[in-house]
């Protein structure tokens, strides 16, 4: 069973995580896209957990970490996020990680690689794009949604859109019913427009972009976070067949294979 617990970092929010593994090995942070929890990855850390150590968190205002009271805009940028990890990470002394992120996750993981170059060893991401500048006809009906229904009617239309497998759906309405409406409504509006190019243009750390052949509305976006990318000598594009925006979730197996698989080659490269 997940061990959780809880630690209120010096950003002020109580952040849930769930820490196992091997003590002295490699850490591995998987961050779970909007909406969801650490609950996302809990067959990753049952996997990865007999060869690294493992953290799961859950983000402000989602799962059981705390959410800000009267929340404005700003309170739920991607920076407020990522540096709630980065509080994490040092509260728990841990200097350096492999950074796995989904959709939203994978934002804080390139805002964490904007704010401290040196704690990620390397970028996994899937579900992400680099670069995005939502159209207001999709920004708003998202928007009365959220209002309307709540995080329970978000739930029911990501697990509609976001996955075929039923098991899945009903993992993902779940997942939203424990997060806050306030979270869902302010991290949607601000990140409909957004540009990491810059910031990933700059690194050179290995970097591995998982592609999920049903993620569509991702996929016809990736143009350019490839073009950037592949600047990148230590860059891995990865296609995941059978597989939509949350594949860790719908193909465990082949998405932990293809994971492990990039990892130990890394773990090979730094010990020679």
Not at 118 to 124: A, K, M, P, V, W
Not at 176 to 200: M, Q, R
């Amino acid at each position: 069973m997940m061990k959780i617990e809880n630690a209120r970092v010096n950003t002020g929010i109580r952040i849930e995580y769930s820490l196992s593994g091997i003590e002295n090995n490699e850490t591995l942070v998987f961050v779970h896209g909007l909406g969801a929890n650490l609950h996302q990855f809990e067959l990753q850390q049952q996997f990865f957990a007999k060869d690294y150590r493992v953290l799961l968190v859950s983000l402000r205002g989602h799962g059981g970490s705390s959410a800000p009271i009267y929340p404005a805009r700003a309170d739920y940028t991607v920076k407020k996020l990522s540096l709630d990890v980065q509080a994490l990470l040092r509260h728990l002394e841990i200097k350096k990680v492999q950074f796995v992120g989904n959709s939203l996750g994978g934002l804080v993981g390139y805002k964490l690689l904007e704010l401290d170059s040196d704690l990620l060893g390397s970028l996994t991401t899937f579900g992400t794009t680099l670069k995005l500048h939502a159209s207001k006809f999709i920004q708003w009906p998202l928007s009365i949604v959220i209002r309307l229904f709540g995080p329970k009617g978000m739930g029911w239309l990501v697990s509609k859109t976001g996955s075929k497998d039923t098991a899945v759906r009903a993992e993902l309405g779940g997942m939203y019913e424990t997060v806050s409406k306030d979270a869902l409504e302010l991290i949607t509006a601000n990140i409909a427009d957004y540009d990491y190019t810059g910031t990933i243009s700059g690194h050179r750390i290995p970097m591995l972009l998982i592609r999920n052949s049903l993620d569509t509305e991702i996929n016809k976006n990736l143009d350019t976070t490839l073009a950037v990318l592949r600047e990148n000598p230590d860059f891995e594009l990865v296609e995941l067949p059978g597989a939509g925006h949350f594949a860790n979730m719908e193909v465990p197996d082949d998405f932990n294979e293809i994971l492990g698989r990039v990892l130990s080659r890394e773990s090979i490269k730094n010990n020679l």
